[in-house]
């Protein structure tokens, strides 16, 4: 079993709809969860971060946390072509001085 | 404020070869990391600094190594390159080093080829 699991994908959504991302971990301790975006041929950036269970909103993205089923997700609101990507879960425990990162979905929204 | 910076962007070498690698963290960032990227294994985890002093390291073979400076500055190092070194290198600054709630800055990376 992977430490941080995500569908690769494909993920296609037509502009203007949800866009679901889902992520497990199987490290019950983890403490930190952070969801980065990655456009090809760049570096991931920082998108969302959450440490407590529940939702935490920026703008059109909602990061939401449930540690006792070890998932945590990002929804897109109103998706654009511009938020075609590819979305990395990653997730921290204390002490590590890591974070363990999931293969991400590939997201793509069509016009 | 200047982001991270990372030198070469592009390098191609021959197996056998070493090569070095170099990142400047965000200003006032004390922490390092770095993580080896390829299309089929994703991101994984290499080393991590912090004050000069290496807190964690992956599973990688000893040919991989790194360093810090003072200024927070970090090298990391592949010796004898085989062509399964291919890969992005990402070097990413933060003020914890993956604690609490800080996250990371990537640099934009440097792309090895081994050939």
């Known amino acids: 079993q992977k430490e941080v699991e995500q569908n690769s994908g494909p993920l296609s959504v037509p502009e203007g709809a949800i866009a679901s991302l889902n992520c497990t971990y199987s490290d019950r301790v983890s403490q930190s969860f952070f969801w980065y975006r990655q456009y090809s041929g760049k570096s991931p950036e920082l998108i969302m971060s959450?440490?407590?269970?529940g939702d935490k909103e920026d703008g059109r993205f909602t990061a939401q946390l449930n540690k006792a089923s070890q998932y945590v997700s990002l929804l897109i609101r109103d998706s654009q072509p511009s938020d075609s990507a590819t979305y990395l879960c990653?997730?921290?425990?204390?002490?590590?001085?890591?974070?363990?990162f999931g293969t991400g979905t590939r997201l793509k929204v069509l016009a | 404020k200047a982001g991270v910076t990372q030198t070469p962007r592009y390098l191609i070498k021959t197996r056998g070869q070493q090569v070095t690698l170099s990142c400047s963290p965000i200003?006032?960032?004390?922490?390092v990391s770095w993580y080896q990227q390829t299309p089929g294994q994703g991101l994984q985890f290499l080393f991590e600094y912090f004050s000069e002093t290496q807190r964690n390291k992956g599973n990688f073979p000893g040919r991989f190594s790194g360093r810090q400076f003072s200024n927070s500055r970090s090298e990391m190092n592949v010796s004898t390159l085989e062509l399964g070194d291919s890969a992005l290198y990402l070097c990413?600054?933060?003020?914890?080093?993956?604690?609490?709630?800080?996250?990371?800055?990537f640099g934009s990376g440097t792309r090895l080829t081994v050939v």
């Open positions: 959450i440490y407590s269970n």
């Open positions: 990413a600054s933060s003020t914890t080093g993956g604690q609490g709630q800080d996250g990371y800055t």
């Open positions: 990653a997730v921290a425990s204390s002490g590590t001085y890591k974070y363990i």
């Open positions: 200003s006032g960032h004390r922490s």
